[in-house]
């Protein structure tokens, strides 16, 4: 059973930067790909970031493109989201989650088996 664990969240001011990391146990993290994926107050979670086994491709959602930037070192087992010029409605719950399959570009929620608890991130003056 793989078990992801989220990190880093925390409030920053609009403009600001996070890294939000993902940590693995319990099984190789590199046969999976893996997604980022955020819920909003009073919104359906969707997906942000994901990338593949072995992180030759990636792919953001419109919103974030340029912004954020997903990368894994699947040695020390850990993913990464770099959030830059964050906006306040980069606000909320932020989770990472592993998928067995294949890989698909639309980070679809369905596709993913395992997820992390999820880390907090408020963007606000």
């Known amino acids: 059973q793989l078990q992801l664990v989220e990190s880093g969240g925390g409030l920053v001011q609009p403009g600001g930067s996070l890294r939000l990391s993902c940590s693995a146990s319990?099984?190789?993290?590199?046969?999976?790909?893996i997604g980022w994926f955020r819920q909003a107050p009073g919104k359906e979670r969707e997906g942000v970031a994901c990338?593949?086994?072995?992180?030759?491709?990636?792919n953001y959602t419109d919103s974030v493109k340029g912004r954020f930037t997903v990368s894994r070192n699947d040695a020390e087992k850990t993913v990464y989201l770099q959030m830059n010029s964050l906006k306040p409605e980069d606000t909320g719950v932020y989770y990472c989650?592993?998928?067995?399959?294949?890989?698909?570009?639309?980070?679809?929620?369905?596709?993913?088996?395992?997820w992390g608890q999820g880390t907090q991130v408020t963007v606000s003056s």
């Open positions: 990338t593949s086994k072995i992180g030759t491709r990636s």
């Open positions: 989650a592993a998928d067995w399959g294949p890989y698909t570009p639309k980070c679809t929620i369905s596709d993913y088996d395992f």
């Open positions: 319990g099984l190789t993290l590199e046969v999976y790909n």
